[in-house]
């Protein structure tokens, strides 16, 4: 049986969750639109259009119902996404990794400080989301400001494959 451990949260982990920002911030713009864009369209299509049939659910107006749930799947999916996808090309066509354990980081750092990362980016999706609803006039008090360290919890813990590689399943 393996024995697993959470890493250890020490500097190195910010510097890689530094270099992952300073990285982002060149495609910044078009990551921004689509964080904006989406849900927008979403919220107008779904949300406006298929809500004046619908109604309400779960005595919420079909907007606001539609508007939690897609902050809870999109925070999910961009950890998923960012958590694989990005993870994968720093490991192998770019050999990031390889550059980084050149230095005196630890795996470790490198896992927690992309873990840090995945949580950064859908707290970021889950806030552009909020503020369209908001825009949108779904969001009524400012305690759904509260959304944001939520999304960055569930990335923490929403975990791409769930375990399975790991029982040999």
Not at 75 to 94: D, H, I, K, L, N
Request: hydrophobic residues 50%; glycine residues 10%; charged residues 15%.
């Amino acid at each position: 049986m393996l024995n697993w451990k959470l890493p250890r949260l020490r500097r190195g982990a910010l510097a890689v969750w530094r270099r992952n920002v300073l990285v982002w911030r060149k495609l910044m713009g078009p990551a921004i639109l689509m964080n904006f864009g989406e849900p927008t369209l979403y919220m107008l299509g779904l949300g406006f259009g298929l809500g004046s049939f619908i109604g309400e659910m779960s005595q919420l107006p079909y907007l606001a119902f539609l508007a939690s749930g897609i902050i809870a799947s999109s925070s999910m999916t961009t950890a998923s996404f960012e958590g694989m996808y990005s993870v994968f090309t720093r490991m192998v066509p770019q050999r990031t990794y390889e550059a980084l354990l050149a230095t005196p980081l630890e795996v470790d750092d490198i896992f927690a400080g992309e873990m840090l990362w995945c949580a950064t980016k859908s707290a970021i999706s889950g806030a552009a989301i909020l503020i369209v609803a908001t825009l949108l006039g779904v969001v009524d008090s400012w305690h759904a400001i509260m959304v944001i360290p939520v999304a960055f919890l569930i990335a923490l813990f929403c975990r791409p494959g769930d375990g399975d590689e790991y029982r040999g399943e």
